[in-house]
Nanobody, 124 residues
Framework: QVQLVESGGGLVQAGGSLRLSCAAS????????MGWFRQAPGKEREFVAA????????DAANSVKGRFTISRDNAKNTLYLQMNSLKPEDTAVYYC?????????????????WGQGTQVTVSS
């Protein structure tokens, strides 16, 4: 059974930092591209960042470029999202997802497995 479990969310002031983690089990982690998505109240889910299964290629939404960094540790079956210079508009539930595609897609439909999400709240 595939499980993706996010952690590291919480309440932080604007300008602060958080690091999200996503622990994967039940799948060959190193063979999956991984992505982070978020969904704010009343809004659609949106792409945040992704990393290829090889680990050398990353992609990020314009809204987070220069502030968020995605990385992975294949030895620990764990995906990370380092979030710096957080803004109130970053407030959302953050989800990690796994895709069998070698080039991680930006569309959520391209992902095979999803975690339950972790809440990130940025106060002004």
């Amino acid at each position: 059974q595939v499980q993706l479990v996010e952690s590291g969310g919480g309440l932080v002031q604007a300008g602060g930092s958080l690091r999200l983690s996503c622990a994967a089990s039940g799948l060959p982690f190193r063979s999956y591209s991984m992505g982070w998505f978020r969904q704010a109240p009343g809004k659609e889910r949106e792409f945040v960042a992704a990393i290829s299964w090889i680990g050398g290629s990353t992609d990020a939404a314009n809204s987070v470029k220069g502030r968020f960094t995605i990385s992975r540790d294949n030895a620990k079956n764990t995906l990370y999202l380092q979030m710096n210079s957080l803004k109130p508009e970053d407030t959302a539930v953050y989800y990690c997802a796994a895709s069998i595609k070698p080039v991680p897609p930006r569309a959520g439909s391209g992902y095979n497995y999803w975690g339950q999400g972790t809440q990130v709240t940025v106060s002004s």
